[in-house]
């Protein structure tokens, strides 16, 4: 079984500093992968970035960068120049092979709500 | 380019009601996931279909729930004689179905229930 874990339930952070938002997950699977979600106040689900269990350099989107650590089974989110705009709820989560037993989807975690202090 | 198309957004009942959210996956996807969300808490998978074809509903309860995802029209999912705890937010999200563990899923804007 697949489990996500974001140990901080809130977090403030003044604009313009960068943000390292913590991700730990748990898999016997080989390959998965790894994906940030944003939720602003609004409900909807954005997606920011994804790893690849096998990719070797961490991936970046803009000022979205995600710091992979395999042997640690770690994944944070960083944020670079902090906005007012970036205040929302932030999930990390997994995905692995379809074993056919079990949900070909995303296992989330409980989510880091980020605010963003002017 | 329309995205995933929830409806309705927000949507009230009162119990022993049935409750019916529909969910227009994003143009090209034919799978169809959807998640439960409780306050203060992450997305819960409930279940995956295809058209025609419900590939996994291991995270459905297993009474009162059901999905199906036509061969014409949006997926549905429904909630017979709702109770005060299925007040949630349930978001439905797409993808092509590549089966490719780096295949984003594409959510809508979710539907929050509420039941009186």
């Known amino acids: 079984a697949q489990k996500i874990t974001q140990t901080q339930p809130g977090m403030f952070v003044q604009e313009k500093e960068a943000v390292t938002l913590d991700c730990t997950y748990d898999t016997s699977d080989q390959s998965y992968g790894l994906f940030w979600y944003k939720q602003p106040s609004s409900g909807e689900m954005i997606f920011l970035i994804y790893?690849?269990?096998?990719?070797?350099q961490n991936a970046t989107e803009g000022r979205y960068s995600l710091n992979f650590q395999k042997a640690r089974k770690s994944a944070n989110l960083v944020i670079s120049a902090s906005q007012l705009g970036d205040s929302a709820m932030y999930f990390c989560a997994m995905r692995g092979p379809y074993s056919g037993g079990g949900a070909d989807g995303l296992t989330f975690g409980k989510g880091t709500h980020l605010i963003i202090q002017p | 380019n329309a995205g995933v198309m929830q409806n309705p957004r927000h949507l009230v009942r009162r119990r022993g009601q049935e409750a019916r959210l529909r969910c227009s996956p994003m143009k090209g996807h034919s799978h169809v996931y959807w998640y439960r969300q409780l306050p203060e808490e992450g997305l819960k998978f409930m279940v995956y279909?295809?058209?025609?074809?419900?590939?996994?509903e291991s995270g459905m309860p297993k009474e009162r729930f059901s999905a199906e995802f036509p061969k014409e029209g949006p997926s549905i999912l429904r909630i017979q004689q709702v109770v005060r705890g299925d007040s949630a937010a349930y978001f439905c999200?797409?993808?092509f179905g590549t089966g490719d563990t780096y295949e984003k899923l594409f959510f809508g804007s979710g539907t929050q229930l509420s039941v009186l």
């Open positions: 279909l295809q058209k025609e074809n419900i590939i996994d």
């Open positions: 999200a797409s993808s």
């Open positions: 790893q690849g269990s096998y990719d070797e």
